[in-house]
């Protein structure tokens, strides 16, 4: 059964702390793995794309990875306003299966 | 704009009563999507649809209902028997996902309450 798992839950950062967000994932034949940003109360915002094991994309603060079982949100010198939920998704067959996401909190 | 229109954007049912979410999107995309999201959780999916007059369970399609007569519009019923329905409602669309691999885009969201 295709599945998508995110990991840490919650996680608090000081503005300025690096870190990563982990997205793993179990697929019969990857076709596509997606980041989104969600604002309280709105709806998901495009983030990424990534197809291939190795593939890297960059925005702002922001870089995805991708290995054959895991992706990586990598965020470099955070702000407040980077505060967030972050969710996973892949692509299945028709439809997207996502994750529970990351609850990123940036502290001035 | 382009971009993906839900209204409203909050909405109360009484308990028995059916209730119909809009979504409308003029990206020109032949594939659209609902989503149910619960606090702390992630997106489960209920129906979707790759094309006009065709449309296909998900997950969670149990108590509720759609349509799509038209390309630009996905509605969405909450039924009676849908048991518990207060939740924040997404909906979204792509290319046709049999054609080409890609992402998917959203809409603000409805949030419905039962009370």
């Known amino acids: 059964e295709d599945q998508v798992t995110q990991s840490p839950e919650a996680l608090r950062l000081q503005e300025g702390e690096s870190s990563s967000l982990n997205c793993s994932y179990t697929?019969?034949?990857?076709?596509?793995l997606f980041w989104y940003r969600q604002d309280p109360g709105k709806g998901p915002e495009f983030l990424f794309t990534?197809?291939?094991a190795g593939e890297e994309k960059e925005k702002e603060r922001l870089k995805a990875t991708l290995t054959k079982k895991e992706s990586f949100l990598h965020i470099t010198a955070p702000k407040p306003e980077d505060s967030a939920t972050y969710l996973c998704?892949?692509?299945?067959?028709?439809?997207?299966?996502f994750g529970p996401g990351t609850r990123l909190s940036v502290l001035p | 704009d382009g971009g993906i229109t839900q209204s409203p954007k909050y909405l109360f049912r009484k308990e028995g009563q059916n209730v119909t979410l809009s979504c409308e999107q003029n990206?020109?995309?032949?594939?659209m999507y609902w989503y149910r999201q619960d606090p702390g959780q992630g997106l489960r999916l209920i129906y979707y649809s790759q094309i006009v007059n065709d449309f296909q369970k998900g997950d969670i399609a149990e108590g509720y209902s759609v349509s799509r007569e038209k390309k630009e519009s996905f509605p969405l019923t909450v039924t009676s028997a849908q048991k518990n329905p207060t939740a924040f409602y997404l909906c979204?669309?792509?290319?046709?996902?049999?054609?080409?691999?890609?992402?998917?885009?959203f809409g603000q969201g409805t949030r419905l309450t039962v009370v």
């Open positions: 697929v019969s034949g990857l076709r596509g």
């Open positions: 979204a669309s792509s290319i046709d996902l049999r054609v080409l691999n890609t992402e998917a885009f």
């Open positions: 990206l020109n995309h032949d594939a």
């Open positions: 990534l197809y291939s």
């Open positions: 998704a892949v692509q299945r067959d028709q439809n997207f299966v």
